[in-house]
């Protein structure tokens, strides 16, 4: 497949605001700044290969062994990892999803099934969806919240596809990344299952809830060991740098800033949301700190000749034109966006309505 390009690409274009990335609105908290500024000095010594103080801080903050635990140059490395480790010649993805889980699997050699998940639906996965866990199948992969379309799936659907998974001897990876930015996490999280389920993958990472994505840093979670220490085999040396170690043991401590972007993510969606709609886009209901929303073509680059870089989603398997996803932003920076779609609104040149 070719390689998806992402949002964030702020290095082709040095916008106003970038909306692209899915970035926390309040930017890389003081505790991860000065933990950075602390490790420079060591600069000079190789970064832990175990992560033992970062294992260590995690496996507190999940409440998981830390026999059970990776960690990675980010969730992407992850993904990877476990593709290669595992060898899958069959697995399944939904569509829209996540470019990576594709790219990793083709890396590995794998053939690949999707199921399409049906806007009339709301892209949620129908009862259908388990009857596309068969025998044959190696690997499954599921995001929740999904990116890009927001969805967040039921704890009852994730048990039973957990289930299916086991009985059919299929690994299930389940994206947890975006986890962080719903109003419950815990009752969202599978992390509590793990012992139950050995077929079970999570991945997690600092990039998004911690707005820190140029250190990459993510982790996996599972009982499993067997398949931990083949994706260990699947990395290379010194993998997390100690910038990123620091770094991700500091975030962990940082509860008041993450409560403090929840807040201001779940008022400023809804002023999004409501924004949105009353230009006549169709949204889709969501559940982080990301919306994906129906408007007009073209919108994506009349926002950019603008100085807003939004999403456009079109390159994502399932979707076509006419289809974007905004991160959620501090309010004078969702305002200044709206403003500019309610120009492209009531333009009729440079857009064109799909609704």
Known sequence: MKKQIHGGDIYTCRPKADFSANINPLGVPDRVRQAVADCIGDLANYPDPACRKLR???????KVPGENLIFGNGAAELIFAAAFAKKPKQALL?????AEYEQALEA?????????????AGFYPGEDYFDRITEDLDMAFLCSPNNPTGVCLRPEFLLRAAERCREKDVLLVLDECFNGFLDDPEAC???RKLAAYPNLLILKAFTKLYAMPGLRLGYAMS????LLGEMERMLQPWNVS????????????????????????????????EGLGKLGFTVFEPSAN??????PVGLADFCKARGYLIRDCKNYRGL????????????????ALLDVMAEAAGRNSGVQERM
């Open 56 to 62: 260590r801080a995690v496996a507190e903050f999940e």
């Open 94 to 98: 939904l569509a829209p999803g996540f």
């Open 108 to 120: 590995a050699g794998c053939a690949v099934r999707f199921y399409d998940l049906r806007e009339e």
């Open 189 to 191: 999280s599978m992390k």
């Open 223 to 226: 009982a499993d060991r067997e």
């Open 242 to 273: 100690l910038p990123a170690q620091e770094a991700g043991t500091a975030a962990l401590g940082e509860k008041a800033y993450v409560e403090e972007a929840r807040n201001l993510i779940k008022k400023e969606r809804v002023y999004l949301t």
């Open 290 to 295: 990301f919306i994906f929303f129906k408007g």
């Open 320 to 335: 076509s034109e006419g289809y974007y996803r905004i991160a959620v932003r501090r309010h004078e920076e969702n305002t």
